[in-house]
């Protein structure tokens, strides 16, 4: 869900302003799953890029208090958003945690980095939703751990059904800076794209597993 559509609508134009997110409609990405995909988004970017960071950092900690008031702890999804949610947590001067995809098979073998308190309420940040598998996990590690996990904030969302599906099953809540229809529409409006590439692009998220075979 969108809350804010000029956020939205900033936040895909400074995306596509750094290559953070990239449109070949004509020369398609192949995803790791084999999927053809003619959009590639890495917001890691943005790190290198510090009013963009800032900007990104402030609009989400903003919707975080707008959505659940000030949290007792902010978590990362690794590895994409530790940066972002470490800079969010310093914004919003909470503690900070982050979830590995699996536990370390050394050390302490810890899945969740940084000391998580039970009854802990956690709002979790993700810098990238495409079927929301792995940010669920993430959800599901830390309540194994016994926080209160309110919901999830992320940079952007490819707005796929089968994300919605799942989010809505694992009955957690989900909003995004920005998403994939507000993209083609700033992509569209700034010439990154034309009418035809935005035909294409629109077409890939109805069926992106079959998409360009």
Not at 8 to 21: F, G, H, R, S
Not at 104 to 117: F, P, T, V, Y
Not at 137 to 157: D, H, Q, R, T, Y
């Amino acid at each position: 869900m969108i809350l804010n559509k000029e956020t939205a609508q900033k936040t895909a134009a400074l995306l596509l302003q750094i290559n953070a997110i990239k449109l070949q409609p004509q020369n398609p990405f192949t995803w790791a799953s084999g999927w053809k995909s003619p959009i590639y988004c890495d917001n890691r970017i943005t790190l290198s890029y510090p009013m963009i960071r800032n900007y990104i950092r402030e609009n989400l900690a903003r919707q975080i208090e707008e959505l659940y008031g000030k949290p007792e702890m902010i978590a990362g999804v690794a590895t994409g958003a530790i940066g972002i949610g470490a800079l969010v947590a310093d914004y919003l001067n909470v503690p900070f945690c982050y979830v590995r995809p699996e536990a370390k098979g050394h050390g302490r073998q810890n899945k969740i980095e940084g000391h998580l308190e039970k009854n802990t309420n956690v709002v979790v940040v993700e810098d990238l939703i495409s079927t929301g598998k792995s940010s669920l996990l993430a959800v599901e590690a830390l309540k194994e751990a016994g926080a209160n996990v309110k919901g999830m904030l992320a940079i952007f969302s490819y707005g796929f059904n089968i994300s919605e599906e799942n989010f809505k099953k694992a009955n957690v809540a989900l909003n995004t800076l920005s998403n994939y229809e507000i993209l083609l529409e700033e992509a569209e409006k700034s010439k990154y794209i034309n009418s035809e590439e935005a035909e294409l692009l629109s077409e890939w998220r109805e069926n992106p597993a079959v998409w360009g075979q």
